[in-house]
């Protein structure tokens, strides 16, 4: 069974600062998708990247997807209070057999 | 366009009591799923459709039944609900093909006394 961990399990920040949350696996993914979900709502997708080594950028936000493709980061420039949320990354295991994995999330709080 | 819509938003049972939840969407997307998040653990997923008429199991199955009768309708059953069931459930979508981008509907929370 394919296995998402996510670090750090909580971050709360200064608005301003930087930070980067970690998904890691043991398991190889055909792809990896980060969402972010704010309270009494559903996740939101905000990137998948597919190829190994991968980086994308989306405003502040810089994801990128690890060589062997067994592990993504999140890297968020300037944090501010609008980014507070719970970061959840997944895994589409399809292709081996699997399902869609998700992993337990980052709950990141920035103070204004 | 609502998008992924789910009913009730809550709901209370008793142990052994049976309900069903309903997830509708409006984007003539082929496949559906149902997850529970808990604390700590993310999302799970129980049921998934990859089209009007068919089902399979996801990671968590047991304890539940799903039906895809019409292509934008995904129900979720409880035939008899225990304490472990108590979670959000979440309905998802999505156009191509399985985990192509998800979207998720507002939740339901439920609490089995």
């Known amino acids: 069974t394919q296995l998402l961990e996510q670090s750090p399990q909580f971050l709360s920040i200064q608005e301003g600062e930087n930070l980067t949350v970690y998904c890691n696996s043991s398991?190889?993914?055909?792809?990896l998708q980060w969402y972010r979900q704010e309270p009494g709502e559903g996740p939101v997708l905000l990137v998948t990247v597919v190829t190994g080594g991968e980086v994308k950028k989306l405003k502040r936000l810089t994801f990128q997807f690890g060589d062997a493709r067994k592990d993504s980061s999140l890297h968020i420039t300037a944090a501010q209070p609008g980014d507070t949320g719970l970061y959840l990354c997944a895994g589409d295991g399809w292709d081996y057999g699997q399902n869609f994995v998700f992993g337990p999330g980052t709950r990141l709080s920035v103070l204004p | 366009n609502a998008g992924v819509t789910q009913t009730p938003k809550f709901r209370v049972l008793k142990t052994g009591q049976s309900m069903t939840l309903l997830c509708a969407q409006d984007?003539?997307?082929?496949?559906m799923y149902w997850y529970r998040q808990d604390p700590g653990m993310g999302l799970r997923l129980i049921h998934y459709?990859?089209?009007?008429?068919?089902?399979a199991k996801g990671e968590v199955p047991d304890g539940y039944n799903v039906s895809r009768l019409k292509k934008q309708n995904f129900l979720l059953g409880l035939e008899s609900a225990a304490p472990s069931q108590t979670s959000v459930y979440f309905c998802?979508?999505?156009?191509?093909?399985?985990?192509?981008?998800?979207?998720f509907g507002p939740g339901t929370r439920l609490t089995v006394l």
């Open positions: 398991s190889v993914f055909s792809s």
């Open positions: 459709s990859v089209g009007e008429g068919t089902t």
């Open positions: 998802a979508s999505s156009y191509d093909k399985p985990y192509n981008e998800q979207f």
């Open positions: 984007m003539n997307h082929e496949y």
